[in-house]
């Protein structure tokens, strides 16, 4: 299991390096590029991943793979994940430094979960729905999630906002069984007595 706080003192290094060279949008770039490249080539990822592998030969297909298109504070930085055995931190890292990144920026980050791809033009109006909402810049991370049946959800690390027919049908099943529990607890009253003398 790796160690929440490891991640973040990498990235803490990194960002201010970046920040003191005035890159701080380039080496994003440069992560994102990188994490992008691991999952896409299963190759790359399994060289960098396989213990077998030498760290002389992971920084050299590194550095031949990418001195040409990414800084060389992220290249330096990547090389130094594979000195470390820190490979495995490089998505966790870009996570974070993205969220920095942002922070600094006054850009909020929002999680956007539909049933379905949204087409340009429904992006766009989601979009511009969360930035009217948020009063502010939104860089919005699109995902399907076909569990949800309809609907939509938007999260980000405070706020979650559930707008889905599960969520719909989930609240209902649970004011249901609420219901039935109170139905349960509720004491009967006793049938009245004729108290009608007969004739």
Known sequence: MINTTLPTKYTEALFQAAANLNQI???????QLLQSAVSANRDFAAILGHPGVSKADKRAVVTNEFKEK???LALNFMCLLIDKKREALLFSVYEIYSQKADELAGIKQIQVK???TLTPVEEAKVLAQ????????VRMDARVDTGILGGIIVRDRMTLIDASVRQYLDTMKK???????KAKKSPKKPAKKNTKKKK
């Open 70 to 72: 990414i800084s060389r």
């Open 114 to 116: 539909t049933a379905y």
């Open 25 to 31: 949008e380039k080496v994003r770039e440069d992560l």
């Open 130 to 137: 969360l930035e009217t909402s948020f009063k502010k810049k």
């Open 175 to 181: 004011e249901l069984k609420e219901v039935k529990k």
